[in-house]
């Protein structure tokens, strides 16, 4: 089921919400239990089973962890739990990526598994992941209530894509937690931002890169833009789903995680990762890579982390050669601004960091984006001019001028400016209550115009499902 859908607004949400607030507490993590069952079976019957599988072998290998601590089977089970979670999530999501790539290397002719992807396998692998280490650590008490510990795994406003919650962060609001008007409304006013950001934004940048990059004679002016739309348009889907997770998370009184700081106003990459994806650029710190010694160890040493952490990074988004370069891509200029670029940019004057991020990114996205890695070469390639492609024509003014408005608006939505004016408007004594007063008037409107483009059908599922 998709949060950008009438069947979730209009009834899955509402009556789970009535349901929710008409029980005890005692029966309330039943209900957001079974209601995410509900959510999930939706869309996918059979993979629920295996949802509620991972989630059973993390409760279960949570209890031995605990009842052998500090003896070798604490270990074991800890290595247990880890490998049985990784091999899952290998064999649903890489096994034909193995497949394919063992055909080409040794001219074999192995079948393709042609298995269909789990929704959000890659975060409730990560968020089981964190509950049976941080058991091991004594981070995390165990959960001998299995109902808490599946409702934890299964929570469906997080579930299909993050932000990466880990059991620390939400191990007290299990078990207790409080619900006030103050928390609702916040909520809800997060929500409808984020479907806004999804719905108008996010879809409509999205018909613009596809737009561009179908063009009949793709342009070099064609394909920065398409680079410039196609970043502005995952940032706004994810971000807008981090929102919405953020925001219904707030109403059942549970505080997830922000996962994104304005990515784009970074002055280096390294600053970029500190605000993108907040929650798997945390995972992979606080669980691959201070484990393998971070940086406190020899420098060859070091670049070996760094390189592992973002190959697994990128192959985390996806099963293809694209994604780990995407990964590596960014491991270069780590570096780079470790040793030289940093050195560098302080000199300058800050715009020229900030110039240098955005092509960066622009670039990355288009990596991130391509068909393989050979459709990463043909549009690298017409990015910076080979094969004679022509720097302008007609039609990607027609496209610029069409979409200039939603584009100038992504621009400034990814920037604190409208986050800034919002504040000082509500401090100020005079326009307070009309802000709070056109507050409620807003969030009519935008559901309005996303209903809109519900009955339409011109909204499309959010872009992180698919890893």
């Not at 984006?369 to 043909?378: D, E, L």
């Amino acid at each position: 089921m998709l949060f950008s859908s009438i069947a979730f607004l209009y009834v899955f949400l509402p009556a789970t919400l009535i349901l929710y607030f008409i029980v005890p507490f005692r029966f309330k993590n039943a209900v957001l239990l079974v209601a995410s069952l509900a959510f999930y079976f939706y869309g996918e019957p059979l993979y629920t089973f295996l949802m509620l599988g991972t989630a059973l072998s993390s409760y279960v290998h949570g209890l031995l962890i605990d009842r052998f601590r500090g003896k070798t089977l604490s270990k074991v089970f800890l290595w247990s739990s880890v490998i049985t979670s990784v091999l899952v999530l290998g064999f649903f999501k890489y096994s034909d990526f193995f497949i394919g790539n063992a055909n080409k290397l040794f001219g074999t002719d192995i079948s393709l598994l042609g298995l269909a992807l789990p929704i959000g396998i890659s975060f409730y692998t990560f968020q089981t992941l964190s509950y049976t280490i941080d058991v091991y650590r004594g981070d995390a008490k165990v959960q001998k209530s299995f109902i808490r510990l599946a409702t934890y795994v299964t929570l469906f406003p997080q579930l299909i894509a993050g932000p990466i919650v880990r059991y620390t962060t939400v191990e007290k609001e299990l078990s207790s937690r409080k619900h006030t008007f103050e928390s609702f409304s916040y909520g809800v006013n997060r929500f409808v931002i984020g479907m806004g950001k999804k719905v108008i934004i996010a879809d409509t940048l999205g018909a613009l890169a596809s737009s561009l990059h179908g063009m009949n004679e793709t342009t070099v002016g064609g394909m920065w833009l398409y680079a410039a739309a196609a970043s502005l348009q995952i940032y706004f889907d994810f971000s807008g789903y981090s929102d919405m997770a953020i925001g219904l998370g707030r109403i059942f009184g549970f505080h997830f995680p922000e996962n994104f700081n304005y990515p784009f106003i970074s002055k280096s990459v390294a600053e970029f990762w500190r605000r993108w994806h907040i929650s798997l650029g945390s995972w992979f710190r606080d669980y691959v890579y201070i484990p393998l010694g971070g940086n406190r160890v020899s420098l060859p040493r070091w670049g070996f982390n760094i390189l592992a952490v973002w190959f697994l990074t990128g192959f985390w988004h996806g099963a293809d050669w694209n994604f780990i370069v995407w990964g590596l891509y960014f491991a270069v200029f780590l570096v780079l601004e470790k040793f030289f670029l940093n050195k560098l940019f302080s000199k300058l004057p800050s715009v020229f960091s900030r110039i240098y991020v955005t092509l960066v990114i622009a670039v990355s996205f288009v990596i991130f984006n391509g068909n393989g890695m050979a459709g990463v070469i043909s549009d690298l390639g017409t990015m910076f001019g080979a094969g004679g492609a022509p720097i302008w024509n007609a039609q990607t003014s027609y496209y610029l001028s069409g979409y200039a408005f939603v584009l100038i608006a992504a621009v400034v939505g990814a920037t604190p400016l409208v986050k800034s004016l919002f504040t000082k408007l509500k401090a100020s004594k005079r326009l307070c209550y009309i802000v709070n007063a056109a507050e409620p008037l807003f969030q009519i409107g935008v559901l309005l115009v996303v209903s809109a483009y519900f009955v339409d059908g011109s909204f499309s599922p959010f872009l992180y499902f698919r890893f």
